[in-house]
């Protein structure tokens, strides 16, 4: 054995340092096609950059092609995704039992009754002599009786209203019924009845005078929605051409994504007919692998079917461009598109996974405010999100459907609906799909928060090199002005005027258009659909998805670095002793104060001295930190005003002029 005298023992530390707020995560929700490999409904964590997500979801779906044009600007952020299976028609069964005549309501809205059976017994386990379901006039809608028949053994037998049912026409009802050998079951048929929303009563009549108690049930077979349907659109070529040519027919898309382009050039021949163009236009659809739309040509007219049913269909834009002599075109937009997803129990699967950003077809809006609002200022846990969808539709529209909303957590993108079949053009004014609008933007925005990526591209450096570069610090610099580059250009006239974009912003809607120079399409004011506190009075707090962001990463970088600092802290009113983890109340307020320096230092908070008031904002916040403390529970409780970094927004100047210094 080795003596050794002193004994000596030295252990390495960590260096303190600050902890970092999580880095961004983005959420995608989407239709999926039959192709793909994916389940409806559950969640696919970090989709990679090898087109994963078109083997998962179909690789010509709404959410493939969505995380396609998110990657296309953010190969950084993680990107999860739930499909959405398309609105399937599927029977549902309901049992409903009875006791003697008792009829019930049944809830039809949104229902289609496909069928049902009733079987009906006595106490002795005998099947009953007759037995009547039919519409109860005395609740709810009488339906038409000539879509509801009831069959034993090829007998019809019941009364309604007075009436019963003689196999061609309702007649007054004698005074004896008719009877037969009674039947196991007594199917009914409601063939094709679509309700139109109220309730339905049906009831259980017997034609046994006695007084036995009878006990029945009746199984109804039922859609729980009504059919799905896919929007449908057309192209109509007529005549022949007399002479050469090109003509371009876009679907969906104009932009700048080579993936996501959906724009047809059909070069023209002399004597080419329309069922030769109709044809070529139907070839180019087909080959295009990511198109949104199916096509069939008869004689010229080729008939457009969005590749997903459900309303989203209605919103691809069409167009056509060139002209060639002899021939006629004409414009169908897109429409009857109808029944989305059941979207009930969509972000259950979430759990406490928390995503910055979530990325959805506008129906789901109502869903995914739910979802988000809930999340906002959780308690223990950061789960705070903003949700990003795009309409197309009037300012008029847009701005009250966004009106209704006031959460801190919706942001919806405005895109101009235009609807000029004679001038070749149905759409919108930014001639691209609505979820790859809104996916490119969230895409952008998580880039621009994550530390260290260049986001040169998208904002103007010019006067802060730091800026260039992605980091907590951008949640404060303006949305406004920053470039997507892969949108296409408005054209003249397609355009929100000056009045609508100032009422969309009002409402709570974001604008997007060409910069002056109609070089890109840029920001406009980024809003949120918030407006008002709880009490119902105007509020600025959350308005700007600006403050939002600025106010969430404030918090989150209090709530990580105070976890990390006080781990394992003992809590003390009286002094902390050196060497030992202690906190007392000086201790919390400096830790709070470095971490409002921290803040500052990235532009995210105020510091210094504002010249006009003379306000020292560092010592503003000190003087306005509140810190308690119960020893007995270990609780401190803290309250605090944070004076936060804002955009410059307008600037108002007023000229005098002046012709001589004594002016």
């Not at 106490?123 to 007759?130: E, L, N, P, V």
């Not at 997007?512 to 918030?530: C, F, K, Q, R, W």
């Not at 105020?606 to 930190?625: C, E, H, R, S, V």
Request: hydrophobic share 40%; glycine share 8%.
């Amino acid at each position: 054995m080795t003596i050794r005298n002193p004994d000596i023992s030295i252990s390495l530390l960590p260096s303190s340092h600050r902890a970092q707020n999580a880095e961004q995560k983005m959420l995608y929700v989407g239709q999926m096609t039959s192709v793909g490999s994916a389940t409806s409904g559950a969640l696919y964590e970090d989709i990679g950059n090898n087109n994963e997500q078109d083997a998962l979801f179909g690789k010509n779906s709404m959410l493939a092609t969505m995380i396609r044009a998110a990657k296309y600007h953010n190969k950084v952020s993680q990107i999860d995704a739930i499909p959405l299976q398309d609105h399937v028609h599927t029977a549902v069964t309901f049992t409903q039992l009875f006791t003697s005549s008792t009829g019930f309501t049944f809830n039809a809205s949104n229902t289609e009754f496909v069928g049902s059976r009733l079987q009906q017994k006595d106490d002795m386990g005998s099947y009953a002599k007759d037995v009547i379901v039919c519409p109860d006039p005395s609740v709810g809608t009488v339906l038409s009786y000539a879509t509801f028949t009831a069959v034993d053994d090829g007998t019809i037998r019941y009364i309604v209203d007075g009436k019963y049912w003689t196999g061609t026409a309702w007649a007054a009802s004698s005074s004896t019924w008719a009877t037969a050998s009674p039947a196991s079951a007594i199917t009914v048929n409601i063939a094709t009845l679509t309700p139109t929303g109220t309730d339905i009563a049906l009831k259980v009549v017997t034609n046994d005078g006695s007084s036995q108690m009878w006990v029945s049930s009746v199984i109804i077979t039922y859609y729980s929605h009504a059919s799905a349907v896919a929007a449908a659109g057309a192209v109509v070529f007529s005549g022949t051409a007399t002479a050469a040519g090109t003509l371009t027919v876009s679907v969906g898309s104009k932009g700048n994504i080579s993936t996501l382009q959906h724009a047809y050039s059909l070069p023209v021949a002399i004597g080419d007919t329309a069922t030769d163009i109709g044809a070529d236009l139907v070839a180019a659809i087909t080959a295009d692998t990511t198109a949104p739309v199916t096509s069939v040509n008869t004689t010229g007219s080729v008939a457009l079917t969005a590749v997903h049913t459900g309303t989203e269909g209605n919103f691809i834009s069409l167009s056509i461009e060139g002209t060639v002599a002899g021939l006629t075109y004409t414009l169908t937009g897109m429409t009857g598109g109808a029944t989305n997803p059941i979207l009930t129990t969509l972000f259950d699967v979430v759990g406490d996974t928390r995503y910055q950003s979530v990325v959805y077809p506008d129906y789901v809006r109502e869903t995914a405010k739910a979802f988000l609002d809930a999340r906002f200022n959780v308690d223990k846990k950061i789960l705070d999100g903003v949700g990003f969808s795009c309409m197309r539709d009037t300012a008029t529209n847009i701005a009250s459907s966004v009106a209704a909303d006031n959460s801190q957590s919706i942001a919806v993108i405005a895109n101009k609906l235009i609807n000029t079949p004679s001038a070749f053009y149905v759409g919108a004014g930014i001639f691209e799909i609505n979820t790859i609008i809104a996916s490119q933007i969230a895409a952008i925005r998580a880039l621009r928060l994550t530390d260290g990526t260049s986001i040169s591209q998208y904002v103007s450096a010019t006067y802060g090199s730091k800026d260039a570069f992605g980091g907590m610090h951008i949640a404060s610099l303006p949305y406004f002005n920053t470039i997507i580059p892969t949108l296409p250009l408005e054209n003249t006239g397609k355009c929100f005027t000056d009045d609508e974009l100032a009422s969309l912003t009002a409402a709570g809607a974001i604008t997007i258009g060409n910069n002056i120079a109609n070089t890109s399409i840029i920001m406009g004011t980024t809003v949120t659909t918030y407006k008002t506190d709880v009490s119902g009075d105007a509020d600025t707090s959350f308005q700007f998805l600006e403050y939002v962001d600025t106010e969430v990463t404030c918090r989150e970088y209090f709530y990580v670095n105070l976890r990390e600092r006080f781990a394992n802290s003992r809590l003390t009113d009286g002094a902390v002793k050196l060497g030992y983890n202690m906190a007392n109340e000086q201790v919390i307020a400096s830790e709070l104060t470095g971490l409002y320096v921290d803040l500052a230092n990235v532009a995210l908070t105020k510091i210094g001295i504002d010249p006009q008031t003379g306000i020292d904002w560092l010592a503003y916040f000190k003087q306005n930190l509140l810190i308690t403390l119960d020893l007995a529970t270990g609780l401190a409780t803290v309250s605090m005003l944070l004076p936060i970094v804002t955009q410059l927004r307008a600037i108002r100047m007023t000229i005098q002029v002046s012709f001589s210094s004594n002016s």
